[in-house]
């Protein structure tokens, strides 16, 4: 299957720095990325829709200003969580959909990032 | 009331049992509805897609039903390596694109 790459895997930082988090879908062309929040025992919350070229759509309560999102190319998005505070503390995901001919009914998941915010 | 609503568990059974999942959703336009699997500290994986028919792929058989907005899938003769975190997902179509909506998850733990 299609292979979606994220890193880093894992990050620490300090509260107040800004951390970016790479996503790249390695086998195929993604004009849409998908990113996720999972904070422990609780679902997957979409937080924003990364689409190429343009504007990332964002859910309710998200907010654009701190979670930042490029999507520079057909096979990379980016998320970069500004000034992190320990409430950002969380597992990102994020996800591509293959849109090749019957592609289209299943998305990608990267392998996750975990970060601490200390 | 979540949009996808799912039993968190945990369903702690020993080998060889058969066990249920059930999951509800709000959304009557769904279109789409999938089981995941989540390993710990992992992301999620597609176990297989649903089908108004109902299906089944090996020891799994997922079943829809559309009027009562319902989902379940079922193991049987559970192994050890089924323990996992199984989410119900449902893809809703939202003007252009189309998201999938998580549920929560439901806890299994295969005993020896």
């Known amino acids: 299957g299609a292979v979606v790459s994220q890193h880093p895997s894992r990050v620490i930082c300090k509260s107040g720095t800004s951390v970016k988090i790479e996503c790249r879908s390695l086998d195929f062309q993604a004009t849409t990325m998908f990113w996720y929040r999972q904070f422990p025992k609780q679902s997957l919350m979409l937080m924003a829709t990364?689409?190429?070229?343009?504007?990332?759509?964002?859910e309710q309560g998200v907010e654009k200003d701190k979670f930042l999102i490029n999507h520079a190319s057909l096979t990379l998005s980016t998320l970069t969580v500004t000034s992190a505070h320990p409430e950002d503390s969380s597992f990102y995901i994020c996800?591509?959909?293959?849109?090749?001919?019957?592609?289209?009914?299943?998305?990608?998941f990267g392998p996750g990032t975990r970060l601490t915010v200390l | 009331r979540k949009e996808v609503e799912q039993d968190p568990g945990p369903f702690n059974v020993p080998e060889g049992a058969t066990v249920a999942f059930n999951c509800t959703y709000s959304n009557s336009a769904s279109q789409s509805f999938f089981w995941y699997r989540q390993d710990c500290r992992k992301e999620p994986k597609l176990l297989m897609s649903?089908?108004?028919s109902g299906n089944e792929d090996g020891r799994f058989t997922a079943q829809l039903n559309r009027a009562s907005q319902y989902i379940s899938l079922l193991i049987r003769d559970s192994k050890l390596s089924d323990s996992a975190t199984y989410l119900c997902?449902?893809?809703?179509?939202?003007?252009?694109?189309?998201?999938?909506?998580f549920g929560s998850g439901t806890q299994l733990t295969v005993l020896p």
């Open positions: 649903v089908y108004s």
């Open positions: 990364s689409n190429e070229g343009s504007k990332a759509t964002y």
């Open positions: 997902v449902v893809n809703v179509a939202s003007g252009s694109a189309r998201q999938l909506t």
């Open positions: 996800s591509a959909r293959d849109l090749s001919p019957g592609g289209w009914n299943e998305q990608f």
